[in-house]
């Protein structure tokens, strides 16, 4: 046993041996300092601001975007119908999405072709200045909101944020652009909410049909929804649920 002892110790010793012998010093790690230094030019203040607020801009770009156009109606009615018919994830939201931007695309388009005729050609060809560029860019998409307020019957949304933000509006027509696209949004919201609740009350009487149906038959323990799905689906394949909703949406638009 002591012959067994010694062996271990010699091999830990051999082990720890070159350690001590050969000991070298830590390797360096390389040192960082984050240092703000006063600078006596106030320009270059004002162009790092520039750079933050052109990046915070180009972020958010896609979600400005989106409030001037009819994708916030779109998008509202395809995820009512989803959760309608019960599917969760089905279809996924890379679907609906894709396919509310190309009907987005689709109904725009007349106002696209009026800012790319009046506002980028001309100011490609240096015909127009960039305020005159922004200004006829505004007015067209201004006309697209208001046409859809007017038609809808929403134009009581500006003067109410005009009323809220104690600014005086005489017409819908020389409302500012914060408080009409404010309206607008809140118009699409509004429409996208009817329109999902007309949807969603066939699949509640499916779902009311089939829970009675079940509790009739003394079928407590199944949940009804995963009967009333295959129904729902069926219903809704069966009447070109898509076809309809689509046609819809497109037609509700002041085109």
């Given at each position: ?22 000991a070298q ?6 040192g ?24 915070t801009?180009l972020?958010?770009a ?6 001037f ?41 007349p106002?696209?072709?009026?800012i790319?005729?009046?506002a980028?050609q ?13 200004d ?6 201004r ?18 944020l ?11 027509d020389?409302?500012?652009?914060s ?6 949004v ?5 429409i996208?909410?009817k329109?999902?609740?007309?949807l969603y ?6 779902d ?17 929804v995963?009967?009333?799905?295959p129904?729902?689906?069926l219903?809704?394949?069966?009447a ?6 689509i ?9």
């Amino acid at each position: 046993m002591k012959n067994g002892h010694r062996l271990i110790f010699l091999a830990f010793l051999l082990l720890i041996l070159p350690n001590l012998v050969f000991a070298q010093d830590e390797v360096p790690l390389p040192g960082i300092s984050i240092q703000v230094t006063p600078t006596q030019r106030p320009r270059d203040l004002v162009a790092t601001l520039e750079i933050l607020l052109v990046l915070t801009v180009l972020t958010l770009a896609p979600s400005i975007l989106i409030l001037f156009t009819s994708f916030t109606r779109i998008i509202i009615v395809f995820s009512f119908v989803r959760n309608a018919l019960g599917t969760r994830q089905v279809p996924p939201n890379q679907v609906l999405i894709g396919l509310a931007l190309i009907l987005t695309f689709f109904i725009m388009q007349p106002t696209w072709n009026e800012i790319n005729q009046n506002a980028i050609q001309p100011y490609v060809d240096g015909k127009i200045t960039y305020q005159e560029f922004f200004d006829r860019t505004m007015k067209s998409v201004r006309k697209f909101m208001i046409a859809e307020l007017i038609t809808h019957h929403n134009e009581d949304n500006v003067f109410v944020l005009a009323n809220a933000l104690k600014q005086s509006v005489e017409s819908i027509d020389k409302a500012p652009d914060s408080i009409l696209v404010s309206a607008f949004v809140l118009g699409e919201i509004e429409i996208g909410f009817k329109m999902g609740i007309l949807l969603y009350i066939p699949f509640i009487v499916i779902d009311m049909v089939v829970a009675s149906i079940l509790l009739s038959l003394g079928m407590i323990m199944i949940p009804p929804v995963l009967v009333s799905l295959p129904f729902k689906v069926l219903i809704f394949v069966l009447a070109n649920g898509w076809e309809s909703v689509i046609v819809s949406l497109v037609k509700s638009f002041a085109r």
